[in-house]
Nanobody, 113 residues
Framework: VQLVESGGGLVEPGGSLRLSCSAS????????MRWYRQAPGKERELVAG????????NYADSVKGRFTISRDNAKKTVYLQMNSLKPEDTAVYYC???????WGQGTQVTVSS
């Protein structure tokens, strides 16, 4: 099982980024996927989740209305579109397959002027 995140970077407050997580080594289309984040000195927190077919999504209250999780099962990729970014969104973002307990290496998102 391998998860590889990409798309992080430095963005100004109010800006947008789209994170991608490319999966391999398992039947991607049959698994729920999640995005987590971990800010310096804080515990890792759940940001968003999406069901195997994409019909059910859920979000942390802190990102509702700003972030959108989606997936492309043909490409074995899950996305996190992040809009209206705030400095408090600064963190390392990880994708996760909860049923398999697998994690990617993370991608850094920094929101700063």
């Amino acid at each position: 099982v391998q998860l590889v995140e990409s798309g992080g970077g430095l963005v100004e407050p109010g800006g947008s980024l789209r994170l991608s997580c490319s999966a391999s080594g398992f039947t991607f289309s049959t698994y729920t996927m999640r995005w987590y984040r971990q800010a310096p000195g804080k515990e890792r927190e759940l940001v968003a989740g999406i069901s195997y077919a994409g019909g059910i999504t859920n979000y942390a209250d802190s990102v509702k209305g700003r972030f959108t999780i989606s997936r492309d099962n043909a490409k074995k990729t899950v996305y996190l579109q992040m809009n209206s970014l705030k400095p408090e969104d600064t963190a390392v973002y990880y994708c996760n397959t909860p049923a398999l307990g697998s994690w990617g290496q993370g991608t850094q998102v920094t929101v700063s002027s």
